[in-house]
């Protein structure tokens, strides 16, 4: 079961939606987070963690199945914010989806 769901939602009147649900998401200490992408046609996701990440890595790529999971390395209390990209399914010409610095991940 994911902790954060992103989900690309069908195009209504031409645009597309990106939600990430929660937007802030609590952890501590050595808590592993999961995150799963939904959207009949969404591919895959990447995280950046700009300014600093909770986790090893300040990238976070899912894989075959759309999901991704790391485990929290930070100690201190502090709020990691993060951008979210998503590619859709077109092989030939496929679009990019992003929310900018808005979803974060908090370390209590």
């Known amino acids: 079961m ?3 769901t ?3 939602k069908p ?3 031409g645009v597309r939606e990106l ?3 929660p937007t802030s998401y609590y952890a501590e200490s050595g808590e592993d987070v999961h995150w799963e992408l939904r959207g009949e046609d969404a591919a895959f996701f990447t995280l950046i963690f700009p300014r600093g990440s909770p ?3 300040d990238e976070v790529h899912s894989d ?3 999901q991704a999971q790391k485990r929290v390395n930070a100690a201190a209390p502090k709020r ?3 951008y979210v990209a998503v590619a859709d399914s077109d092989a030939e010409n ?3 989806f992003l929310i900018a610095g808005c979803p974060e991940i908090i370390i209590r």
């Open 2 to 4: 994911a902790d954060i």
């Open 6 to 8: 992103i989900t690309l």
């Open 11 to 13: 195009p209504r009147d």
């Open 19 to 21: 939600v990430v649900d």
């Open 55 to 57: 986790f090893e890595d």
């Open 64 to 66: 075959s199945k759309m």
């Open 80 to 82: 990691f914010h993060y």
């Open 94 to 96: 496929p679009d990019i």
